[in-house]
């Protein structure tokens, strides 16, 4: 099973344990769930309420990871809690 580093807690995973997010060219964040994954750098993160809220936060922890500027976490918990059942 691969592993990956979650971009929040940096802890290292199974992907299965993870989801996934992708920077979209107008700003929004794709998360893995109910769509096919578009083209672009991903990023790992637990299903973590934690995580996901350190990010939303932290908006320049996920540019940095996804190397894309201007992104916009301000509904990424609730759009992570559509798409996944987080501890
Ligand atoms: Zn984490």
Do not use: Y
């Not at 107008?26 to 893995?32: L, P, T």
């Not at 990023?43 to 190397?67: F, H, I, N």
């Amino acid at each position: 099973m691969p592993v990956r580093s979650c971009v929040a807690c940096r802890k290292r995973r199974e992907t299965r344990e993870l989801m996934l997010f992708v920077a979209l060219p107008d700003g929004k964040i794709w998360i893995s769930g109910s769509t096919p994954r578009p083209d672009g750098r991903g990023a790992s993160c637990c299903k973590s309420e934690t995580c996901v809220k350190k990010l939303e936060g932290q908006p320049a922890r996920l540019c940095r990871a996804l190397r894309q500027s201007g992104l916009r976490t301000s509904n990424l918990l609730d759009m992570a809690r559509a798409q996944h059942d987080l501890d």
